[in-house]
């Protein structure tokens, strides 16, 4: 046993080595290209930055992850250079590793109850994560677990997203059949077509599926539940439970006057075209995407820095954000924000569209907005943004996005009898277990929560394993 | 993977393609559509089901060869594939008997108004079609048309076949003899469509058209394919393709269609076909 002072020393040594810089990609050239912006750790930085971690006892992360990782646990192994064995330690409970430690908000989660966080600065939980998990897909050692015996239960899975990949791969390996229905003709789900490669190289994502597949799961792609087939027709089939994690993708318009005319994209088809389509190398691929000069992107969330900086890279001289509110109640990731502020994009805080004008051939030149202040806060704890009378101004661009969210898509709810959804069209389950109020239908992800997180996605993806692998085997 | 079983020109550029795609066959309905990728490298489009077979486990589409992805589709022979299709889209047409049913259909829209003809004359419907091209070698599905019609009617817009003119004039003309019309179906381009629901317009002839704007994933995620109808925007994938014409913004329609012109050209001077499909 250490005694106090022994362990006191030991902490201190281990501050004494500052949080490791994950080394990135300048500024002026990145914005020529779509290839991740940071490069990730070597392993001797990655083992550095390991050692920092001081193997609480009780520690301050694993509560503060949703999946709970056990994360001194892989950290250690890190430290000791064992990387793959990191790597398998981290995939027990997230099957996700390489896209978490790139895309959930650790400043949110882990790293913000990271003991040494209270005197400096908390270890580096998301970049060890992305390392280890990008060390086993370069040396390729990727472990297939056995699954266990068949046991003759049938599910489906509905929608390739995090929630659906997750579910599919915790069913599969417990041994059950596995189908998953995808609408598009790739998996992945935002994963795919909506975080831009600079963010998220996509082959991350297609060896992520492909590991799911080898374990078994089948994936049925251009399969629109609720067109080629309903739910019902799924039970009809065969199938002893359906899963629904199909997302919340219908795009949110303003309403306000001229959004439809032509310049005019929702962010869900610009990243869509951008991503999915890989318009960025169109003529190579066929899909086009009007490459703007002046872009103004109407959010601040996520998905509106995605846009602006994929608006820089397909070559706008001005990238605007239009935020109705201040910088401090954006909802983006603080590192999105910073790396788009260092790529150049111009933000119009307290900004907010009422407008857009159209030249003589109906294509977008000039947006309306109003300046706002803030007032009280609203339900969501943020300020309320107030109109400020006769501050309208314009400003000329040639193509907008409207990132200001999504919303549930109609189209399951509606094709499925029994089914209850909330008001804002999202399915009602029991807590924890993603029970519908359908027997044998359960739901997580966005089409549950309205949009949040892939990690959050994943953990209910993986509750729900748990309560259809009860309710299959009891039937 | 969709194997194509049969490809012929219906004229110079206007093909009808029949392809494997059981599922889809097995539940369209009249008014339904596809959205097709040749390959992992094509563009998704969007196009009508005519026909299909469910015991072959087929589709029929009809497509005019306008840009990139119908000439690369147009190259393909049967024996080849086409990678991904996904279906059916969009709410069938609402099928009833109306009584007497006009189905208007121009150019490659003859096609897509052959299933709803036929269709609208297996409920029992009076049906008479209006069938219209710009000169007779490029009319198509005349005979398909005058079987599931109780009446055909051929307009060419430079008079070397049937009525010479429009096929609004002779709808007009129709109107004007008397006959009592409860419903007209009008599919074409858009200019045709317009002028089609000027003429019933004041006759409050309920005009059903269907629109197509432009798509990507035609499932309702990214709204590339918004029509202003009767004021409010709405998705043409999902809460169309058919509308009521009398409500639609078809100028809106035309410059949102134009939207990718100078890409669409660029397109078409790199064609990659040859590499695809096999
Ligand atoms: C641009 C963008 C950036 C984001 N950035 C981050 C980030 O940095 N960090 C973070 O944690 N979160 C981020 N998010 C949020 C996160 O991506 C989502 O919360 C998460 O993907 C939700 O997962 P899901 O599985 O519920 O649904 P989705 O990822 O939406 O997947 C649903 C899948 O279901 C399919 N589907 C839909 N309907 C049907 C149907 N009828 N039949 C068959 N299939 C269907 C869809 O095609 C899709 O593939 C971002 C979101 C966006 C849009
Ligand atoms: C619901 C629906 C049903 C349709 N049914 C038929 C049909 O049965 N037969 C037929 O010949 N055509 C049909 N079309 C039109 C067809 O989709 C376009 O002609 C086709 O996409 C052109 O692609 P392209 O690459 O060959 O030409 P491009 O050079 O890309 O485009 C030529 C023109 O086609 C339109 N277009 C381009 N891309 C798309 C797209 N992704 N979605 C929709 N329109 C686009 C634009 O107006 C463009 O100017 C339908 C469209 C819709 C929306
Ligand atoms: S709280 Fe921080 S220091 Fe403690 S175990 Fe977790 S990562 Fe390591
Ligand atoms: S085509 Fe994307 S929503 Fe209609």
Not at chain 2, 82 to 94: D, M, R, S, Y
Request: some cysteine; hydrophobic content about 40%; glycine content about 10%.
């Amino acid at each position: 046993m250490e005694n106090k002072e022994e362990k006191a020393e030991k902490k201190e040594k281990k501050e004494k080595i500052p949080r490791q810089a994950m080394p990135e990609q300048d500024p002026k050239a990145r914005i020529g290209n779509f290839d991740e912006v940071p490069y990730g750790y070597s392993e001797e930085v990655a083992m550095l930055e390991a050692k920092r971690c001081i193997q609480c006892k009780k520690p301050g992360c694993i509560p503060g992850c949703p999946v709970d990782v056990d994360i001194p646990g892989f950290i250690k192994l890190i430290a000791e250079g064992k990387f793959i064995e990191a790597a398998w330690k981290l995939k027990e409970t997230n099957a996700l590793p390489a896209v978490c430690g790139r895309v959930c908000p650790q400043e949110d989660q882990c790293e913000k109850v990271c003991i040494l966080g209270k005197k400096g600065d908390p270890v580096a939980v998301g970049r060890l994560e992305r390392f280890a998990a990008d060390y086993e897909r370069a040396t390729g050692k990727i472990e297939i677990p056995k699954v266990a015996a068949p046991t003759g239960k049938k599910i489906a899975i509905v929608g390739a997203g995090p929630a659906g990949l997750t579910i599919a791969g915790d069913l599969v390996k417990v041994g059950h059949d596995v189908t998953v229905f995808e609408a598009l003709h790739k998996a992945g789900g935002v994963l795919i077509y909506g975080i831009p490669e600079f963010r998220l190289p996509k082959a991350i994502v297609d060896a992520e599926v492909d590991y799911l597949e080898k374990l078994g799961v089948k994936i049925v792609f251009n399969a629109a539940i609720g067109r080629l087939k309903t739910v019902d027709d799924l039970f009809a089939e065969g199938f002893h439970a359906v899963f629904l994690g199909v997302g919340a993708g219908a795009p949110v318009f303003m309403n306000v006057p001229g959004e439809n005319i032509s310049g005019i994209y929702s962010a869900n088809e610009y990243l869509t075209r951008s991503n999915l389509m890989k318009a960025y190398l169109f003529p190579k691929y066929d899909t086009p995407i009007v490459k703007g000069k002046n872009v103004a992107v109407i959010g601040g969330g996520n998905v509106a820095m995605d846009s602006v900086r994929t608006a820089l890279r397909l070559g706008a001289d001005n990238a605007y954000i239009i935020y109705r509110r201040s910088k401090k109640e954006m909802p983006a990731r603080i590192e999105e924000v910073h790396h788009a502020e260092e790529e150049g994009v111009q933000f119009n805080f307290l900004t907010n569209p009422i407008e857009y004008i159209g030249d003589e051939n109906g294509w977008v030149k000039q947006m309306v907005c109003n300046r706002m202040e803030l007032g009280e806060p609203d339900d969501s704890g943020r300020r309320r943004p107030i109109v400020i009378k006769g501050s309208e101004f314009t400003i000329d661009v040639d193509i907008v996005v409207v990132a200001i969210g999504t919303t549930a898509n109609p189209v399951i709810p509606r094709t499925t009898p029994g089914l209850d959804v909330n008001k804002w069209g999202y399915i009602v389950t029991k807590d924890g277990t993603g029970e519908t109020t359908r027997m044998g239908v359960y739901a997580g992800g966005d089409i549950v929560t309205g949009s949040a997180t892939v990690i959050l996605a994943m953990g209910a993806g993986r509750q729900a394993a748990k309560a259809i692998d009860e309710y299959v085997r009891s039937l | 993977m969709h194997k194509i079983i049969e490809k012929t020109y219906l004229q110079d550029i206007v093909v009808r393609m029949v392809f494997e795609a059981p599922e889809i066959a097995r539940k369209r309905k009249a008014g339904q559509f596809v959205v097709l990728m040749i390959d992992d490298k094509g563009e998704r489009i969007p196009l009508t089901i005519v026909d299909s077979d469910s015991e072959k486990g087929t589709l029929t589409i009809i497509f005019q060869i306008v840009g990139k992805t119908t000439t690369c589709l147009a190259q393909l022979s049967a024996g080849d594939y086409i990678k991904h299709v996904l279906g059916p889209l969009g709410h069938p047409t609402e099928v009833e008997n109306f009584g007497t049913s006009v189905c208007v259909g121009g150019g490659v829209g003859v096609g897509v108004v052959y299933p709803i003809a036929a269709a609208l004359k297996k409920k029992g419907n009076k049906v008479i079609s209006i069938i219209g091209a710009r000169t007779k070698d490029i009319l198509i599905l005349e005979e398909e048309m005058g079987k599931v019609s109780d009446k055909l009617l051929v307009a060419t817009d430079d008079g070397s076949y049937g009525f010479h003119g429009f096929v609004s004039a002779v709808l007009q003309n129709l109107i004007d003899s008397g006959e009592k019309i409860d419903r007209v179906f009008a599919i074409g381009p858009v200019p045709m469509m317009r002028v089609i629901c000027n003429v019933t317009k004041p006759y409050n002839i309920k005009t059903i058209v269907s629109l197509n704007p432009i798509m990507v994933d035609a499932t309702g995620m990214c709204g590339a394919c918004r029509v202003s109808v009767g004021g409010r925007t709405k998705f043409g994938c999902v809460d169309g393709p058919e509308f009521d014409g009398h409500e639609v913004d078809f100028g809106l329609l035309m410059t949102r269609l134009r939207m990718y012109c100078d890409q669409e050209k660029q397109s078409m001077d790199m064609c990659r076909c040859g590499e695809n499909g096999k």
